[in-house]
């Protein structure tokens, strides 16, 4: 199973990270913003149509089947790959040196250490050798030649803050894959099928905004949909904040609407931001590090909604403990993006 799941891991880095590229050359910067709303919004109808569908099909035929059922519609995405992608010029997968695979090596080690020493919270003395052995091969990284225009594209401004923001606000994945299941199982006392219900609300808002959001964001500007995105994500955070044992399907239904509208708007925008602040031919950098901080955001997010929920003793102080944390992070990604317009405001 994790051997399976280390090599999905990687086939889903090669699709994230290069979808970006084949936006840019794809469309006109113009068009960019409808483009990954596009994207976006296949991507989560399909996500609101797997839901119920795996969860029938792991209880009909066991959790196998849940694996075996998408090779057909891999295959399909294999033959339109090969008919299209493959056929722009100058396009295709290089063939990975020593150099690659030792940066890989490093920096995906740096980030898995990171990731197991959350995972390892409560035992103090594994979680900081593992934290330590992260930042050593961070460092030793950073060091190679190879590693300079990512750096370099990091510490550009705009980029950065870009950045910054987003892995702030992906901290909902904590209240979305942890805080929500235990608090429906543990406080609401459902099971599966509710579970599966009331994330529909959130993925059924997420698909019809998506598109939205890329139109809006090629007609207003990204800066301006990720700002409305935040705010609005922000509300649907604070809103899920006062849940309790009383709370009805309707109730929380909505509070999870708005929370998936500030997403649609949020991730849609922010991916066309971090293109437009990519310099020239550095679009695949640009996509592969954000979706980057976008993983370990949402490994981390979890790790700490469930150390807030273990702190709290679970229940309803638990769920409340850690929707704090996660709007406090939603809150500091709003920040983030509105420190720097107050400091243009404040430029003569």
Do not use: C
């Not at 901290?171 to 006392?189: E, Q, R």
């Not at 139109?215 to 922000?234: E, I, K, N």
């Amino acid at each position: 199973m994790v051997v399976g799941r280390l090599v999905q891991g990687a086939a889903g880095a090669l699709v994230v990270a290069v979808y970006m590229p084949i936006v840019t050359a794809s469309v006109r910067p113009e068009q960019r913003g409808r483009a990954i709303g596009l994207v976006v919004t296949i991507m989560t109808v399909g996500a609101l149509a797997a839901v119920p569908l795996a969860g029938l099909v792991a209880g009909t035929y066991g959790w196998r089947a849940v694996f075996l059922m998408k090779l057909p519609l891999l295959a399909v995405a294999l033959w339109v790959g090969l008919r299209t992608v493959s056929r722009i010029p100058g396009r295709g997968l290089p063939r990975p040196g020593a150099a690659l695979l030792r940066e890989g090596a490093l920096l995906g080690g740096a980030v898995a250490a990171v990731l197991l020493a959350f995972e390892q919270a409560g035992q103090p003395v594994a979680a900081v050798a593992l934290a330590a052995a992260g930042v050593g091969l961070g460092v030793w990284w950073a060091r190679l030649a190879s590693s300079r225009p990512v750096l370099a594209l990091v510490r550009t401004p705009a980029y950065g803050i870009t950045l910054l923001s987003l892995l702030a606000t992906s901290f909902y994945s904590g209240l979305i894959s942890f805080l929500l299941p235990y608090f429906v199982a543990d406080v609401l006392g459902g099971g599966a099928e509710l579970t599966g219900v009331v994330l529909l609300f959130f993925v059924g808002a997420m698909a019809p905004v998506s598109f939205v959001a890329g139109a809006l964001a090629d007609r207003l500007g990204t800066g301006r949909v990720v700002l409305v995105g935040s705010v609005v994500g922000l509300v649907g955070m604070a809103a899920m904040i006062p849940l309790d044992a009383e709370t009805g399907l309707l109730d929380l239904g909505w509070r999870l609407v708005v929370l998936g509208v500030g997403a649609a708007l949020y991730n849609t925008a922010i991916n066309a931001a971090m293109l437009a602040h990519a310099p020239a031919g550095s679009e695949g950098v640009a996509g592969g590090v954000g979706m980057t901080v976008r993983t370990i955001a949402m490994t981390v997010g979890p790790a700490v909604s469930a150390l807030a929920w273990t702190v709290g003793g679970g229940g309803v102080a638990g769920y409340r403990i850690g929707a704090v944390v996660v709007t406090v992070a939603g809150a500091v990604g709003l920040l983030v993006l509105l420190l720097p317009m107050r400091t243009r405001r404040a430029l003569p």
